[in-house]
């Protein structure tokens, strides 16, 4: 889903504000939505800025996934309702997001986040684990626990007050274009978002870097030199019985995959892609974690494959 966007706008915040229509009103799958001016907040003085939650604008809340075709129907209510050429606003910020349900603690998880290249780790004392650079922030988060601290209420959803929500968000600023290898001529502005190109290229940004987190595991052995001296399949087994690991195969992941993505082309993709990067039948996880993280690892394949589906039908 989209979540956060910065929108500024090149005039001051009075006039901004003079321009605004009261509200707008939408229909989508029969249903009329109404968006009001009050659901934006404008800062700043001759130059404003708008920071706010494009899920949240369409659904009222940023937690269930929202559909994108309902998200560019939210751009263009947005759009209505400032009463300003699209061209004016610009895009400096955008937030992609997806929440998972897992099956242990959100905690448990986010233990086992190491170190990423060119990237700064933050550990918030909620749990939070961030990676930052220049145009680029990677969150990890139990989303039920930050809806809990800033005093939201809980949806509930399919029980959801039971299940645990880790949250992974993807937040692009300042130079998006080139961030996610946008080819535009034009400024951005949020429009943008309403184009099918972009938001695969969005997508794609999403699941590289999630996936670039994934690589940062190991399980290196105190008693054994660390796996990039592994030359021999006996070397292998040797390090996977010192660390009381298994592997995992197509036996493995295939009864996963059955239970945790219902669609059979799904399936397929994330097999194929599997396959494809080499993980399929040499990813392993000590028997501790019980192959936590390669279950993330699917459930972010199967989040990126719904998305692009929901981009194009």
């Not at 003079?18 to 939505?33: A, D, L, N």
């Not at 938001?199 to 190991?218: G, S």
């Not at 008693?223 to 298994?246: E, V, W, Y």
């Not at 195969?249 to 399936?267: C, M, Q, S, W, Y």
């Amino acid at each position: 889903m989209i979540d956060t966007i910065i929108i500024k706008i090149y005039r001051s915040r009075e006039e901004v504000t003079r321009r605004m229509k009261s509200q707008v009103t939408k229909s989508y799958e029969g249903k009329e939505i109404t968006f009001r001016k009050e659901q934006l907040k404008l800062i700043g003085g001759n130059i404003t800025k708008i920071n706010f939650s494009l899920s949240k604008f369409v659904n009222g809340n940023n937690y269930e996934n929202v559909p994108f075709d309902k998200i560019k129907l939210g751009v263009d209510a947005f759009v209505e309702l400032l009463n300003i050429p699209y061209e004016e606003l610009l895009l400096s910020r955008i937030d992609i997001a997806c929440s998972f349900n897992m099956e242990h603690s959100v905690h448990n998880y986010l233990s086992k986040f190491e170190m990423l290249d060119r990237f700064d780790k933050t550990i918030y004392n909620n749990g939070t684990i961030k990676y930052c650079n220049k145009n680029i922030t990677l969150s990890f988060y139990d989303k039920l626990l930050e809806m809990r601290q800033h005093r939201k209420t809980v949806p509930t959803i399919s029980n959801i007050t039971k299940k645990e929500i880790l949250r992974y968000e993807l937040q692009v600023r300042g130079n998006i274009k080139k961030v996610i290898n946008y080819d535009s001529s034009e400024q951005l502005n949020i429009c943008a978002i309403q184009d099918d190109n972009f938001l695969e290229l969005l997508v794609d940004a999403w699941l590289f870097n999630f996936q670039k987190v994934m690589k940062t595991r190991t399980i290196d052995s105190p008693f054994l030199p660390p796996t990039n001296f592994i030359k021999s399949p006996k070397d292998f087994n040797i390090f996977l019985q010192h660390q009381g690991a298994k592997t995992i195969g197509a036996k493995k992941i295939k009864p996963f995959l059955k239970n945790e993505v219902k669609d059979a082309v799904t399936r397929s993709r994330i097999r194929t892609s599997l396959i494809k990067s080499k993980e399929y039948v040499s990813t392993f996880e000590t028997s501790k974690t019980k192959n936590d993280m390669i279950r993330l690892e699917i459930k972010g394949k199967a989040a990126y494959y719904k998305m692009l589906g929901n981009i194009c039908p």
